[in-house]
């Protein structure tokens, strides 16, 4: 109920902005498209950009299979290659999963603000309508109406904080990929160097063995494959993540100012803003008058008019009276009739 009652109070304060900006020459919506810059899709546009270039990257491999095969599979002596890349590919995966889920949640946060623009465009009654509950505008619009029903003061830099802490958590373990996807090839070169630095002791024991040879090259082998996988995987999973950033960036971005410029005023009343509605209010009593004086002006004249009118009907009238009179009087001359009576004048 206090929810409800504070939409229909916003309402009331969104219609007299709306008034003030069509004094302006701007409706609502226009306000709204023209200050708020959302790309509604713009999460989805990165979701395909992954796949894209993903696919992209499937297709390289299946065509360089054979030169991949010889890099990582062909004539492995110990599983340390392979055991190395698996892991960096499993982190490489395990960050791209999380990136993905969190794109699909902007998506869901982009279409809320989207709805939310078109019902404030539309000047609905509530403006919730269609935005799911469990959305950050949805929150941050209750959130407002909860503090405007207590009277409590709308720090609006501290609600942009939080929003900006908790939207930070989400992308922790994204970053947490991020930074340490790299050392993962770093780490796997190190694997090399020292699978190598055992080949080659081996080699200083017996001259005449070829496994310290064979250790050497495996060991060089090893470094050189995971330094490419971490390249490469960091190279795909860097960029997305400064996307991922951009997109986070503007959800809040986006969020705040759609707290400043259409809650705050909804909820919040403030000394010059109530004052610059005063002003308003006047300015528009003033104009009222000014017409209501120009009506009862046209009135009067209407007023004259009909008066001019009524007094040159009466004259008319007794104009044609008199003739009536002089004609009944020759008729009856005319034809010797008697006149009638005149009636007696008392005394």
Known sequence: MAAATYIVWGGADAMAVSRQSTNLGLTHGEMSLDMVDLRRRYSLSILLRMLVVGAVAAALAVWKYDLLDEIYLHKQLTPLGMATNGFILLLFAAGVLKMVVILLHYAGEERALGRFLDNLANAA???????????????????????????????QGALASALVANESTRVSFPKFISNILILTGVFGTILGLALALVGASGMLAS?????????????????????????????????????????????????????????VPRFEVREEGALNRFVGLMKSVAALVERMDASQRTFEAIELKLLNTLETHRDKVTQVAGDVRRIETILRDGFRLPREPEPEQEP
Not at 132 to 146: Q, V
Not at 244 to 255: A, C, E, H
């Open 125 to 155: 009654e509530d403006p919730l309508a269609g935005v799911g509950r469990k959305t950050e505008i949805h929150r941050r619009f209750l959130t407002l109406a909860r503090l405007a029903e207590t009277h409590a003061p709308i720090n």
């Open 207 to 263: 001259a005449v063995s070829t496994g310290g040879m064979g250790m050497v090259v495996q060991g060089m082998s090893t470094a050189l494959s995971t330094t490419i996988t971490a390249i490469l995987c960091y190279l795909y999973f860097g960029y997305f993540y400064l996307k991922l950033n951009d997109v986070q960036t503007r959800f809040i971005s986006t969020v705040e100012l759609l707290t400043a410029t259409h809650l």
